[in-house]
């Protein structure tokens, strides 16, 4: 991970972890201490860092982002120490009826809402 992030941080790059936590707990720790130098780094508008154990230039459009499905076998809570690096965003599955209702409406259609539904 260590590799990664330097390529992200030296690149200014974005990254998205998918279903991060589903990754054991010790490597969260690890990956909490990493995202939080780059973070830092930024924070202070830094042009250079030091990450484990090299001097990087840093570009500070480099971010880290990740999804998570919690409530599912298999997946754990983030520690509070990855939580607090994070802002928390719920999603949910869109009404695909009143989606397509507003549509057919927005088309001149007159009977729109049983449209939808169908």
């Not at 054991?24 to 860092?49: C, G, H, N, P, Y």
């Not at 990450?51 to 480099?62: A, K, Q, V, Y």
Request: net charge positive; proline share 3%; aromatic share 12%.
């Amino acid at each position: 991970m260590a590799k990664f992030f330097k390529g992200l941080a030296s690149s200014g790059a974005w990254a998205c972890f998918d279903e991060f936590n589903r990754i054991d707990l010790e490597v969260l720790s690890v990956v909490a201490q990493q995202v939080m130098e780059i973070q830092l780094a930024v924070k202070a508008k830094l042009r250079t860092f030091t990450f484990e154990g090299s001097e990087l230039r840093l570009r500070r459009s480099c971010n880290v982002f990740i999804t998570m499905n919690p409530g599912y076998a298999g997946r754990s809570e983030l520690p509070d120490n990855l939580k607090a690096l994070f802002r928390t965003v719920a999603m949910m599955v869109p009404d695909y009826a009143m989606i397509a209702e507003i549509m057919l409406f927005s088309s001149g259609y007159m009977k729109a809402r049983e449209c939808a539904h169908k």
